[in-house]
């Protein structure tokens, strides 16, 4: 579990929060997308990514409500995961999608009350969970997805943070089907660390220039 967070500037400084010391720029080793931040962990398969994306609400899309446009993004989260799935580990042959906890608006201080922050917790198992063949990528038996929105009406924007923490059994955090019981809400260490990346940013999560969403 991360024991230090170090404030990490996004978007060239134009956001900032703060993640776990340690974690790896996605952009120092691959092309990334403008409009997304990846930070991966250098010791498991979690990972964390800013999405910033078309503000989902009608007539374009047909959310009527802050919680159906968290929904409406998580979809298409899971959508891509064959891309997502490179870095991130998720399952690329996603079959169940269990929602462990829906939809529920939370606070970011720093951006006050002005603005609906909306959390949610879902699992994504694949079809097939075996173990990978020699020479192939470790296969996540499940993969836990904690997915928050922001919601800047104002600029016509949705912002996306998504903590992917893919579980292969026998790795860290993972030894042992006895780590995890869902059902009664046991969590394993992996998840755990997981949630604390979230209240992280949650309470760290600062828009410095929002100049960040104005057309160039």
């Given at each position: ?11 060239g ?74 870095e991130t580990?998720?399952p ?64 016509k ?52 220039e ?6 160039s």
């Amino acid at each position: 579990m991360p024991s230090t967070f170090t404030l990490n500037q996004l978007y060239g400084g134009a956001i900032v929060a703060l993640l776990p010391s340690g974690y790896l720029d996605t952009s120092e080793i691959r092309q990334v997308p403008d409009n997304q931040e990846v930070r991966l962990s250098p010791s498991s398969l979690t990972s964390v990514i800013f999405d910033i994306v078309e503000r989902a609400e009608p007539p374009s899309h047909s959310c009527r409500t802050d919680a159906e446009a968290l929904r409406y993004h998580y979809d298409d989260v899971v959508s891509t995961q064959p891309e997502r799935s490179k870095e991130t580990a998720l399952p690329d042959t996603a079959e169940e999608t269990r929602v462990l906890e829906p939809p529920k608006l939370v606070l970011m201080p720093k951006l006050g009350h002005k603005y609906p922050v909306w959390t949610m917790l879902a699992t994504q198992t694949p079809k097939d969970p075996a173990p990978a063949n020699d020479g192939e990528k470790s296969r996540a038996e499940f993969t836990a997805m904690f997915v928050t929105l922001i919601r800047l009406e104002t600029a016509k924007t949705d912002v996306i943070v998504t903590v992917t923490v893919p579980h292969v059994l026998g790795e860290e955090g993972y030894t042992t089907h006895e780590d995890v019981d869902l059902d009664v809400g046991k969590e394993t260490p992996l998840m755990v660390e997981g949630r604390e990346i979230l209240e992280q940013i949650l309470h760290s999560f600062e828009i410095v220039e929002w100049g960040l969403f104005s057309p160039s």
